[in-house]
């Protein structure tokens, strides 16, 4: 006779948004200044999720240089809601991070180093955003590490510069 073990369904574990300011600077600044724009893209689905827009966060963060102001006025609504009170100069910030990206185009010059201090511009939002998570989602369980999908993220953007420094040796 066989024999059943009935198991208690446990809920699934609910992480939260919130991603502290350590981990979001050594994500960035070790992917070289890339991990921002991944970040542009996780906030604009969890906006897409939240409020059932109809927009892609990919395109979206492909134009960030359209789209990157909008995304923090709308995380500035939901934190105030939640009673977020300090005033960021948001159009500034953007414009800074935006200037420090797109100074990694001169070739030859210190500047192009640049992008990998423009993340530092994002802090103050990235704390108006952490503000909104810890508030919208007060159950929900906060990383002490990076996680999975951030570590293969460093990972694959290492990975892919080694290909890209080996494939520049081999072919001339």
């Given at each position: ?17 919130y ?47 359209f789209?990157?102001?909008?995304l ?9 809601e ?14 800074c ?52 999908g ?22 001339p």
């Open positions: 006779m066989i024999q059943e073990t009935k198991t208690e369904l446990t809920p699934p574990v609910v992480y939260s948004y991603q502290s300011v350590r981990h979001f600077c050594i994500l960035s600044f070790f992917s070289l200044g890339m991990y921002p724009f991944f970040w542009f893209f996780k906030h604009w689905q969890y906006l897409r999720d939240e409020k059932k827009l109809d927009i892609s966060p990919s395109f979206r963060t492909a134009f960030t240089l789209y990157g102001y909008t923090f006025n709308e995380f500035e609504l939901l934190a105030i939640k009673g977020y009170k300090k005033n960021l100069p948001l159009f500034l910030i953007f414009i991070f935006m200037l420090f990206s797109v100074l990694v185009s001169i070739k030859g010059s210190l500047l192009s180093f640049c992008i990998l201090f423009s993340f530092i511009f994002l802090i103050p939002v990235h704390r108006m955003m952490n503000f909104y998570y810890l508030k919208a989602h007060e159950h929900a369980i906060i990383r002490d590490k990076l996680s999975k951030e570590k293969r993220f460093l990972r694959s953007i290492w990975i892919g510069l080694f290909v890209i420094a080996f494939l520049g040796i081999i072919l």
